[in-house]
Nanobody, 116 residues
Framework: QVQLVESGGGLVQPGGSLRLSCAASGIEFSIYTLAWYRQAPGRQRGSIATITSGGNIDYTNSVKGRFTISRDNAKKTVYLQMNSLKPEDTAVYYC??????????WGQGTQVTVSS
C-alpha cells in the first residue's frame, strides 16, 4: 500500500519561510526519484524540484536560490525548504515518487498561501 503524505503548508507572509515534508510508505524509498510539484489556480501542475536516488538535484528557474529539496532515506521523507517566499509561490504543493512509468506515485497536496 503506497502512500505519500505532505505536511507543512499554510499561510505565510511575503519574504517568509516554510518547510514542507512528504512521508512515504509502501515503497523502497531510497531507490526512487523524488520531486515536488505545484499547481496554482488556473495553471497546470509543474515540477519545481527533483532529487534522484543518487542525490542529483534540479530546480526550475523560478525557485533557484530560494528553495532547497532534500531527502532522508532513513525517515522515508523528502523535504522542501522554501525561503524568500513570494505571492506567486501560492499553490497546492505535491510530492511525487518515481521509479518508472509503471511506478509513479503522488501525495494528496498541501496548500501554501503567500500573502500579507
Amino acid at each position: 500500500q503506497v502512500q505519500l503524505v505532505e505536511s507543512g503548508g499554510g499561510l505565510v507572509q511575503p519574504g517568509g519561510s516554510l518547510r514542507l515534508s512528504c512521508a512515504a510508505s509502501g515503497i523502497e524509498f531510497s531507490i526512487y526519484t523524488l520531486a515536488w510539484y505545484r499547481q496554482a489556480p488556473g495553471r497546470q501542475r509543474g515540477s519545481i524540484a527533483t532529487i534522484t536516488s543518487g542525490g542529483n538535484i534540479d530546480y526550475t528557474n523560478s525557485v533557484k536560490g530560494r528553495f532547497t529539496i532534500s531527502r532522508d532515506n532513513a525517515k522515508k521523507t523528502v523535504y522542501l525548504q522554501m525561503n524568500s517566499l513570494k505571492p506567486e509561490d501560492t499553490a497546492v504543493y505535491y510530492c511525487n515518487a518515481f521509479l518508472g512509468y509503471d511506478r509513479d506515485y503522488w501525495g494528496q497536496g498541501t496548500q501554501v498561501t503567500v500573502s500579507s
